[in-house]
Nanobody, 125 residues
């Protein structure tokens, strides 16, 4: 059974930084594009960042550009999300996701084959 396990969440003050990690198991990791979504209470899931299976291309939602950085280590089957200059509005549960189709949209939740269980990020003002 494929597993995506996030870690690194927690409570941080506004302006602070956190790094999330996602460990994949039972997954042919380099056959999958990876990404991060987040979901705040009462809101729809929101695309945060994505990275192609080779790691050569990344994309971000506009509000995260310049603050968040996604990266991956295919040898270790890990994907990271470095988050800087955090804001209270970044508070949400963050999910690691994986999609096998290179042509599927990063922004559509239906594109993804696998989701992690999520990790809570709380940014205090």
């Amino acid at each position: 059974q494929v597993q995506l396990v996030e870690s690194g969440g927690g409570l941080v003050q506004a302006g602070g930084s956190l790094r999330l990690s996602c460990a994949a198991s039972r997954l042919t990791f380099n056959f999958f594009d990876m990404g991060w979504f987040r979901q705040a209470p009462g809101k729809e899931p929101e695309f945060v960042a994505g990275i192609t299976r080779s790691g050569e291309t990344t994309l971000y939602t506009d509000s995260m550009k310049g603050r968040f950085t996604i990266s991956r280590d295919n040898a270790k089957k890990l994907v990271y999300l470095q988050m800087n200059s955090l804001r209270p509005e970044d508070t949400a549960v963050y999910y690691c996701v994986a999609k096998s189709s290179a042509s599927a949209s990063y922004y559509d939740t239906r594109s993804y084959n696998y989701w992690g269980q999520g990790t809570q990020i709380t940014v205090s003002s």
